[in-house]
């Protein structure tokens, strides 16, 4: 059953009910051993920081910002904010200087938590930059605080303050006070297009998000939910609000690069990604099957053919499987498709919610077909994560992003720009009345700037509005769409799409290095850089046939036609791409002007 209340006793709520079950594994920063928390636990340490706050002078609704990957005390300071009616404002770990500086600045934040030693030194960096900013409390034991700073000090000492629950009596009194109608975060976005604004979220839109999702989203206290998105993306955060209002347990991985290790020790029984996690899934298992014998290759592709027969043409079409084809898929799925998700250690899958970007069909219809239960959702931090999602138990189409929520009113626009109304939708932008009144039509909707369509019930994507390319043909492109088709190839990292008022598309293509080394090698290539091998006319000619065989169901003008091979990858540094790593084109086309003149030369 799941406990649906103000955020500010959740945790207390479900300690009276769990008591010393396990509620939270997590790692030391660090640290390679995995270590348990118990519902009492956790309830015990947010009440300290709840108290500690008091006792630093926070004040009700006050902003707090906390930079910080994902952490176990991450946890602690959202809860323990949330208990005596603070704001949270989570800073992703990757933020630059500029961006902290801004947001400190913007939400007037005195007290900031970091996690470790770059996030300490880029706070400590520009604290003389921001006048509200008064201590910095840090997550990391390890963390060599500067001899020059005495408003620093480490989680340990800040707990000290509230330990023994010195202001408990004002803390009950202000869980009594909570209202639907309190901040809760304010989440600044990564900013695709320009700087980022900070959405506003209220306690009474988690308290309808989390009831709302619960009454589609298969998931309870027998799940194990592994953190891998970080807790400042509004479909983690409320991923795992969602796992905690159930009774689940949490796997906080703090460390993204090491999430599919942390997958083969923990075991999870659920996780949310963006769809790049699973294309690298689906690029790792192909490239294994290519390298098999003829007869593995047959065996698997024969195996996928009959899951996704089983999976795809029936189940998810609320069909029965003929027995026969039933009988077949058990065979399979308990010899090779158990062994795939044992290696992903998967063993006890229960669901796994996707969105973020576009899926690809090749992607999806694989990660079903092996028996994994992949929920393809479409959301917006203003809207609270999820707008629509795919019901198991109902009809679900593979290319759609779901069914709407039961309190989301979706509309979609004359010129097809999908709207939103309802509880779950942010009340505005944080000291941005102007954006706000824009963002909202006059019958109360929000803009999303994505377009869209519905089709028996579900919501297809079409693109974001704003990255809409028009050639100079008056063709409209969807870059975001070609780009997802290409990604699922083994040998593209990242590309971005390149065609607003250009006769033709061309692409600008990262590649996975190892394996373009390695393909070079074996074809007795030469080559001494990473600039010898994208300039090859054979590595070029190979992969433009992939690419070619890749794009044959796209339009014959949205097909790329010429592409550039880069030696080195998109990166935040550069301003290419967001804390999120979506692509900030009108970085990208500034930063490689001359590539993309280059590929338009007659």
């Known amino acids: 059953m799941q406990a649906v209340s103000h955020l500010s006793v959740l945790i207390h709520k479900q300690a009276e009910k769990y008591g010393d079950r396990e509620v939270m594994m997590y790692r030391e920063?660090?640290?390679?051993?995995?270590?348990?928390?118990?519902?009492?636990?956790?309830?015990?340490?947010?009440?300290?920081?709840?108290?500690?706050?008091?006792?630093?002078?926070?004040?009700?609704?006050?902003?707090?910002?906390?930079?910080?990957?994902?952490?176990?005390?991450?946890?602690?300071?959202?809860?323990?904010?949330?208990?005596?009616?603070?704001?949270?404002i989570p800073f992703y770990a990757t933020s630059s200087e500029q961006q902290i500086e801004f947001m400190i600045n913007d939400a007037k934040i005195r007290f900031l938590f970091v996690g470790e030693q770059d996030q300490y030194d880029k706070a400590h960096r520009v604290f003389t930059l921001c006048p509200s900013l008064e201590r910095i409390i840090i997550f990391d034991k390890n963390v060599r605080i500067s001899n020059?700073?005495?408003?620093?000090?480490?989680?340990?000492?800040?707990?000290?303050?509230?330990?023994?629950?010195?202001?408990?009596?004002?803390?009950?009194?202000?869980?009594?006070?909570?209202?639907?109608?309190?901040?809760?975060n304010i989440l600044y976005t990564s900013g695709t297009t320009g700087n980022s604004k900070g959405v506003m979220l209220t306690h009474g839109q988690y308290i309808a998000a989390l009831s709302s999702n619960q009454r589609c989203v298969p998931i309870s206290d027998k799940d194990r939910v592994l953190n891998f998105l970080p807790f400042a993306h509004i479909f983690e955060k409320g991923w795992s609000l969602l796992a905690l209002s159930v009774g689940a347990t949490l796997i906080v991985n703090t460390y993204p690069q090491e999430v599919q290790e942390s997958m083969r020790q923990t075991h999870p029984t659920g996780m949310c990604s963006v769809p790049r996690f699973w294309e690298k899934v689906y690029a790792?298992?192909?490239?294994?099957?290519?390298?098999?014998?003829?007869?593995?290759?047959?065996?698997?592709?024969?195996?996928?053919?009959?899951?996704?027969?089983?999976?795809?043409?029936?189940?998810?079409?609320?069909?029965?499987?003929?027995?026969?084809?039933?009988?077949?898929?058990?065979?399979?799925?308990?010899?090779?498709?158990?062994?795939?998700?044992?290696?992903?250690?998967?063993?006890?899958?229960?669901?796994?919610?996707?969105?973020?970007?576009?899926?690809?069909?090749?992607?999806?219809?694989?990660?079903?077909?092996?028996?994994?239960?992949?929920?393809?959702?479409?959301?917006?931090?203003?809207?609270?994560?999820?707008?629509?999602?795919?019901?198991?138990?109902?009809?679900?189409?593979?290319?759609?992003?779901?069914?709407?929520?039961?309190?989301?009113?979706?509309?979609?626009?004359?010129?097809?720009?999908?709207?939103?109304?309802?509880?779950?939708?942010?009340?505005?932008?944080?000291?941005?009345?102007?954006?706000?009144?824009?963002?909202?039509?006059?019958?109360?909707?929000?803009?999303?700037?994505?377009?869209?369509?519905?089709?028996?019930?579900?919501?297809?994507?079409?693109?974001?509005?704003?990255?809409?390319?028009?050639?100079?043909?008056?063709?409209?492109?969807?870059?975001?769409?070609?780009?997802?088709?290409?990604?699922?190839?083994?040998?593209?990292?990242?590309?971005?799409?390149?065609?607003?008022?250009?006769?033709?598309?061309?692409?600008l293509i990262i590649p996975v290095y190892p394996l373009l080394e390695e393909y070079a090698r074996a074809h007795g290539i030469r080559f001494e850089s990473r600039e010898d091998l994208c300039t090859n006319k054979q590595i070029c000619d190979m992969m433009m046939e992939r690419i070619s065989t890749l794009q044959q169901q796209l339009a014959h003008y949205e097909q790329i036609k010429r592409f550039t091979l880069l030696p080195h990858h998109f990166s935040m540094e550069r301003g290419e791409l967001t804390n999120t790593l979506k692509l900030k084109r009108p970085a990208i086309h500034a930063n490689y002007r001359e590539e993309i003149e280059k590929m338009y030369e007659e």
């Not at 910002?65 to 949270?88: C, E, H, K, L, M």
């Not at 000290?160 to 006070?177: A, D, F, I, T």
Request: glycine content about 8%; charged content about 25%; hydrophobic content about 40%.
């Open 148 to 184: 020059h700073d005495p408003n620093a000090l480490y989680l340990e000492d800040f707990l000290k303050l509230g330990e023994n629950l010195p202001r408990q009596s004002e803390v009950e009194s202000l869980y009594k006070q909570a209202n639907k109608n309190d901040l809760a």
């Open 29 to 88: 920063f660090g640290e390679k051993t995995w270590k348990s928390y118990s519902w009492n636990q956790l309830s015990d340490t947010v009440k300290v920081v709840s108290n500690a706050l008091l006792n630093l002078g926070v004040k009700v609704q006050e902003n707090i910002g906390i930079f910080s990957q994902n952490a176990a005390p991450y946890v602690f300071t959202d809860f323990g904010a949330w208990g005596i009616r603070a704001v949270t």
């Open 284 to 507: 790792g298992v192909m490239e294994k099957i290519e390298k098999a014998n003829a007869i593995e290759r047959k065996m698997f592709k024969n195996a996928l053919n009959i899951g996704r027969k089983h999976n795809i043409d029936y189940i998810s079409r609320g069909k029965r499987p003929p027995l026969a084809l039933h009988l077949e898929y058990e065979l399979v799925n308990k010899t090779l498709f158990s062994l795939v998700r044992k290696e992903l250690g998967l063993e006890n899958a229960n669901i796994f919610p996707t969105a973020g970007a576009t899926v690809s069909p090749h992607v999806e219809e694989f990660v079903h077909s092996i028996g994994l239960n992949m929920v393809v959702g479409y959301g917006l931090t203003e809207s609270l994560a999820t707008v629509s999602c795919d019901h198991l138990d109902i009809v679900h189409t593979i290319g759609s992003v779901g069914r709407p929520l039961d309190c989301v009113d979706v509309k979609i626009s004359e010129d097809g720009e999908i709207l939103l109304k309802g509880p779950t939708i942010t009340p505005g932008y944080y000291n941005r009345e102007d954006l706000t009144k824009e963002t909202f039509d006059k019958d109360g909707y929000f803009r999303t700037g994505d377009a869209g369509y519905i089709k028996d019930g579900e919501l297809y994507l079409t693109d974001r509005i704003k990255d809409l390319f028009k050639t100079s043909n008056g063709k409209y492109i969807a870059p975001q769409m070609i780009e997802s088709k290409l990604l699922v190839d083994k040998f593209i990292d990242q590309i971005a799409i390149i065609a607003d008022e250009r006769k033709f598309v061309s692409a």
